[in-house]
């Protein structure tokens, strides 16, 4: 269930849009925000919720690389490995997350602290090499140090 | 050269800097002028779309129906998911307003009461900050019903994205937007007779959209003197890779490539060489180092050059680079990125990467060459949007640039594998 909170954005947003259907992506955030992650079951709820086929929820939610439809851990580090951050040694920055944190890239620690990804370019190019966290803040201009420092401050929190 | 989208004015995202230095006064100017004359003036400034194919802007509004019951939508483009691109965020982020102000402007004079902002869901730092400028304009009623006084109401809503370069693509966008997956629709129908939800609908770059504040105020005779005459105006251009200071350079069309990468971006990264450029975004035909002396960054000369403007994203890899490796990875985005609906580019692209990998590998052979070369050549122009173009020429333009790469890597010993031969040339025997 999305929560009183969410349900009453949904009603705001309702006039935005001409059709219910548009309001699918919008729903599909609130979501992801309060659960996590969109599983099987909220795909149903939210079919229900905007009067669409469960297939067509189910279609949307694996179309787009954002949407999570597998659990995913507290930190979910995103790296960059297209073009301009390879140039800058993106994957160093990679690899050396997977090996400090044990994990291969889509897994997750068995902590279930961090999920590690690799995401196509995310618009920071003049400040590669970079890594984006909980599809939220940028982390730019990375190197090992740095990461090894961010490391430390997530493994502590 | 002035800069005029990104000047360097402290905090001019917030409301009452931006008024303080002008801001809304075109607005206010285009309010009283008759929705027709904007266009004229738009077009007669010959600002051109930033957002890749450099479309002629005003042009594209007066394709807009004047007589219909249906309502009208602006979708601005902020999906930017172009590799190597990086510049509307920074409108979102140091000049929010005057974004705002041209989409309004583009909406009175298309006669449009809705503009959707579509931007990449993994901007939300960018989309708060957007959506705290347009509640401002709310507040001071530039946006909402009858702004300023006048007869003309306008609501201005984002809508996040959630990850698919795809949607950039201007009716991928409005699938999206619809809660659909990003699949591009068949052209025509064109957008202006059949948009979102079936309406007339005109999609804009938010870099463009910035530009038409500028060419109000000051007037279309000296906006159009600025840069190229065919592509004038300046461009947010952003330079990244191996460059010392990488970053978004805003400078007029036209500007030297070399005095972008040298004289702005600071130069080589330990003063190397350069082996190769990509000069406007990862869809863009490459460059070589050698080629770039004398080069312009505008649309015709880039065309002339063999290659395009695209986004502005210039992308500089210096003598060590292994640039087979760079356009690997480039096509592997590709693969990932095609939405699936056309064969040629879902299949194609993947195929593509493939080869490339053997080269990576040591297994690729000079007839894996010409393999690529004829898969490339059947993506381009067989697809319903352009995303199979832009992973063709790269790869089609790399083979020609830097045939020596693949004679270097190509194994030495023949394969004892038959040789993969394309589909499309067997014969059949009937
Ligand atoms: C695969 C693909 C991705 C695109 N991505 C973007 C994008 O992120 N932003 C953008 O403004 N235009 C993008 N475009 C171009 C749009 O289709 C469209 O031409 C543009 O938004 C029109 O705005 P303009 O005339 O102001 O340039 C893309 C095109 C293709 C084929």
């Known amino acids: 269930m999305l929560s009183e909170q969410n349900l009453k954005k949904l009603e705001e947003l309702k006039k935005r849009y001409p059709t219910t259907k548009a309001l699918l992506l919008p729903v599909l955030w609130m979501a992801q925000e309060q659960f996590g992650w969109i599983s099987l079951d909220t795909m149903k709820y939210v079919a229900d919720l905007l009067n669409l086929p469960f297939h067509h929820v189910y279609g949307v939610v694996t179309f787009y690389t954002m949407f999570n439809s597998k659990p995913i851990g507290k930190y979910h580090i995103q790296v960059c490995t297209n073009v301009s951050c390879m140039l800058r040694g993106a994957e160093n920055i990679r690899d050396h997350i997977c090996r400090r944190l044990n994990v291969g890239i889509n897994e997750t620690t068995p902590d279930r602290t961090f999920t590690v990804t690799e995401v196509e370019c995310l618009g920071s190019c003049g400040t590669a090499p970079m890594v984006q966290v909980n599809n939220d803040e940028y982390y730019d201009n990375l190197n090992l140090e740095k990461v090894n420092k961010l490391l430390e401050d997530w493994s502590k929190k | 050269m002035e800069k005029l989208i990104l000047p360097d004015i402290p905090h001019l995202r917030h409301i009452d800097v931006y008024e303080m230095r002008g801001g809304y006064q075109a607005l206010k100017k285009a309010l009283g002028m008759k929705p027709d004359d904007v266009i004229e003036e738009v077009k007669k ?245 050698d080629e770039i ?96 173009d832009a992973a063709a020429w790269p790869v089609q333009s790399f083979i020609k640039k830097f045939r020596d790469e693949f004679e270097r890597r190509a194994k030495k010993t023949p394969s004892m594998k038959k040789p993969v031969k394309p589909p499309h040339l067997v014969t059949l025997e009937v």
């Open chain 2, 45 to 289: 400034s010959n600002l051109r779309g930033r957002g890749g194919a450099c479309f002629p802007t005003g042009l594209k509004w007066s394709f807009m129906p004047k007589q219909t019951t249906k309502p009208k939508y602006l979708c601005a483009n902020g999906d930017e998911s172009e590799p190597g691109t990086f510049k509307d965020r920074a409108i979102f982020e140091f000049n929010p307003h005057l974004f705002i102000e041209g989409a309004i402007i583009a909406a009175y004079a298309m006669g449009v009461k809705t503009i959707y902002t579509y931007v990449r869901g993994e901007y939300a730092k960018w989309i708060t900050l957007l959506q705290k400028a347009v509640d401002d304009a709310y507040a001071k009623n530039y946006l909402g019903e009858n702004i300023l006084g006048s007869s003309f109401s306008i609501e201005l809503y984002s809508h996040k994205g959630a990850g698919a370069y795809i949607c950039g693509e201007e009716s991928a966008l409005m699938n999206s937007l619809e809660g659909d997956r990003g699949y591009p629709r068949v052209k025509p129908p064109f957008p202006a007779q059949n948009g979102l939800w079936g309406c007339p609908t005109t999609i804009n770059n938010i870099e463009t959209l910035a530009n038409v504040p500028i060419i109000i105020n000051k007037g279309w005779e000296w906006y159009s003197q600025i840069g190229a005459p065919k592509h004038p105006g300046t461009l947010l251009y952003g330079i990244s890779g191996h460059v010392n200071k990488p970053g978004i350079y805003e400078l007029p069309t036209g500007v030297l490539l070399t005095d972008l990468i040298y004289k702005y971006a600071g130069g080589v990264l330990g003063n190397k060489k350069i082996k190769a450029v990509i000069p406007g975004g990862s869809s863009t035909m490459w460059l070589r180092g």
């Open chain 2, 293 to 388: 002396d004398g080069v312009k960054m505008d649309a015709e000369s880039l065309k002339a050059a063999g290659t395009a403007i695209g986004t502005g994203g210039v992308i500089v890899m210096d003598e060590d680079t292994d640039i087979l490796k760079i356009l690997t990875r480039i096509t592997h985005f590709y693969h990932h990125e095609s939405c699936g609906q056309c064969t040629p580019c879902r299949e194609g692209c993947g195929w593509m990467e493939k080869i490339l990998n053997r080269f990576l590998e040591g297994e690729g052979t000079m007839e894996d060459v010409d393999l690529l070369l004829d898969v490339a050549n059947n993506i381009e122009g067989n697809t319903i949007c352009a995303l199979g």
